[in-house]
Each structure stands twice: as C-alpha cells, then as structure tokens.
C-alpha cells in the first residue's frame, strides 16, 4: 500500500483518509471530508491495459439503448442550454453517440478523448457546456482534470456527469462497478457536491447517478 506516497485525497485534495477495504488484491482509502473512495494509486492500471479494457466496450452511435443510457444525462441538460450553445463532450470514447445526439439537437458538439479522439487544441477553448459520462470513475488525478474543466467551461456553463454513485459500503466488495478493472475512484452524492463548492459551481441531482453544475458567472 502506498500510504507514504498519498498526501491527500485525489478528489477533493483533503488530508483527511483511512485504509477503508481490501478485496481480494485490491486495496481502497476514503476521503472523511468528501467520501470519496479510490485505489490505492500503486494498483491503478497503466494506459496499455486501460485502452485494452476500453477497446472491449462496443458502444455504437447508432445503438438504441446506448443512446437511451446517455439521455439519462442528455434530457435533464438539455433544456438548461440556450440554443446554439458549443459543448465539448469530455472522454467521449470511440463511439461518441452523446456528441451525435447532442448535434441533432440543435447544439454545436466536439469530442475529446485522451485515447479515441485526443486533439489537444480542443482544450485551448472554452464552451457553454461539457459533458462527462462514465468518464469520473477513471480518473487518476480528479481534482486536477475538474480544474482543468473549471477552466474549458465559460461563466454560465453547465458541466454534466455521470457516474455510477457509491452508497452502500457493505455491498462494496460485490458492486459490479468497483469490478471494472478501469474504475479507480467512486463519488457518492456529497463527493460531488463537495467538487462543486470547492469551484463555486452550484450542484443538482436531478436524477440517480446523474449530477449537474452551473458555473454562476
């Protein structure tokens, strides 16, 4: 375990965390101020084997229920954004279906992708609008990668994320969510909350799983 190399939190930069879980030879810290939950950074996966996990997943833009899966997050943004609003979908995958939806209604949409779609100069504008799905839970450094969204995200802009929140330690070590290999860091509603005071977003939770924050400009 990598206690001496952990100074704070990853998501929230506390001080504040325990040893929380060992299943089988994985280990886990929270965070006491934010409640945030991660992998010990030691047995994070490097980037040869997360694209080969990622390149497993077939998440077509056409595909129906893709598609039904990404409105959870489309339907509630969408009637907070002014028409002809620019977005950047952040980690958009190889298969950008929420960019393509998002374009058919009405809004101008890039994607980003450290792995799939990795033009750099996409990260030298700002937008109206970014949308994270299933993207949080990968991260290594999420306090850094939410500051670096503060910054793409223009005075006004929304920021929406999805991710499956965590809420029942004892189910923990079976959650099928904390058994993607990929996933390395677990949100509960107040972590979240938490990432959005520390900017001065405001933050909602208009549905399960799906968090909203309004940079007030």
């Keep these: 375990m990598s206690i001496q190399r952990q100074a704070h939190c990853p998501v929230c930069r506390g001080s504040q ?17 934010c409640m945030a939950t ?4 030691d047995q994070r996966p490097g980037p040869v084997h997360e694209k080969a996990e990622y390149d497993q997943h077939r998440n077509e833009v056409a595909d129906p229920g893709y598609r039904a899966f990404l409105a959870r997050l489309a339907d509630v943004l ?23 939806m998002l374009g058919e209604a009405g809004f101008q949409v890039e994607g980003y992708d450290p792995f799939y779609a990795p033009d ?26 939410f500051d ?47 990432v959005g ?10 549905r399960k799983d799906v968090a909203l924050f309004h940079k007030v400009g």
């Design 120 to 145: 750099e100069r996409l990260l030298e504008s700002r937008y109206d609008f970014i949308t994270c799905t299933e993207v949080v839970e990968h991260l290594h450094h999420p306090a850094a990668v």
């Design 148 to 194: 670096q969204l503060d910054d793409l995200l223009r005075p006004g802009g929304w920021l929406g994320i999805m991710t499956c929140f965590q809420t029942d330690d004892e189910r923990f070590a079976g959650w099928h969510y904390r058994r993607d290999p990929t996933h390395v860091v677990f949100y509960r509603e107040e972590t979240l909350r938490r």
């Design 17 to 33: 965390f325990r040893y929380f879980m060992a299943v089988a030879d994985r280990d886990y810290w929270r965070c006491e101020h």
């Design 78 to 100: 969408i009637p907070r954004l002014a028409g002809g609003a620019r977005g950047l979908d952040f980690g958009c995958g190889p298969g950008p279906a929420l960019v393509a």
């Design 197 to 206: 005071e520390q900017r001065g977003w405001r933050c909602e939770i208009p």
């Design 38 to 41: 991660w992998l010990d950074p």
